[in-house]
């Protein structure tokens, strides 16, 4: 159990161009989904968190308007880099919780194995 | 706000038995966590403490000192996969978000 996927696994575009990365809980319902970025070398920075239903909660310095998260069901978070410019070129890994606890550990987090964008 | 210390980088031998350490100090406390990360590669969970003591689970063993704000992992037997990054995460009080540390990169040589 507590399987997350993450599609694309990796992904090249030009700078200038959106690319859209998809989470998904595979065998549980995920009411709290997380957006991770990780440079090299560097530990994972928490950008926003994702609650089914309603807006997500961008960390300081995260500018919402150009990573723009939608999760529309409890099993589905979508994360949309928009106008992608080389500085995104990043490790972007999402994570799933279940607070209310089905089949985790409360507030486990349970990461996707991640998607690698470069953007030229 | 809240802090997580652990050591930036460790080596051991292949075999041997390697503690990691991680202080923390947060505005309450609801849980430690640790999980291992291999390079390219997205964290895996590997253990939840949120009462004191040891926990263990195979070859690898977490401890908590809630009154201390300590934890260790403890992996024994140790084999050359096991050379990766090891984070220590802790969920402060309330409705707090997980904080992660930095991460402890292990290196297991022959």
């Known amino acids: 159990g507590a399987v997350v996927s993450q599609h694309p696994s990796r992904v090249i575009c030009k700078s200038g161009t959106s690319v859209k990365i998809e989470c998904r809980s595979l065998d549980f319902q995920a009411t709290t989904m997380f957006w991770y970025r990780q440079f090299p070398k560097q530990s994972l920075m928490l950008m926003a968190t994702s609650n089914e239903g309603s807006k997500a909660t961008y960390e300081q310095g995260v500018e919402k308007d150009k990573f723009l998260i939608n999760h529309a069901s409890l099993t589905l978070s979508t994360l949309t880099v928009t106008s992608a410019h080389p500085e995104d070129s990043s490790f972007y890994i999402c994570?799933?919780?279940?607070?209310?606890?089905?089949?985790?550990?409360?507030?486990?987090?349970?990461f996707g194995p991640g998607t690698r964008l470069t953007v030229l | 706000g809240q802090n997580i210390d652990q050591p930036t980088e460790m080596t051991a031998t292949e075999g041997a038995i390697v503690q990691i350490n991680c202080t923390y100090q947060t505005s309450g406390f609801n849980g430690l966590f640790w999980y291992q990360q291999h390079a390219g590669e997205a964290p895996t969970f590997l253990s939840y403490?949120?009462?004191?003591g040891l926990e263990e689970k195979g070859r690898f063993s977490s401890f908590l000192s809630r009154s201390k704000g300590y934890s260790y992992l403890l992996l024994k037997e140790l084999q050359m996969k096991d050379s990766a990054s090891y984070l220590c995460a802790v969920k402060p009080g309330g409705y707090q978000k997980v904080t992660f540390g930095t991460g402890t990169k292990l290196q297991v040589i022959p």
């Open positions: 403490n949120v009462l004191d």
């Open positions: 994570s799933a919780s279940d607070p209310i606890g089905q089949i985790l550990s409360t507030d486990t987090q349970y």
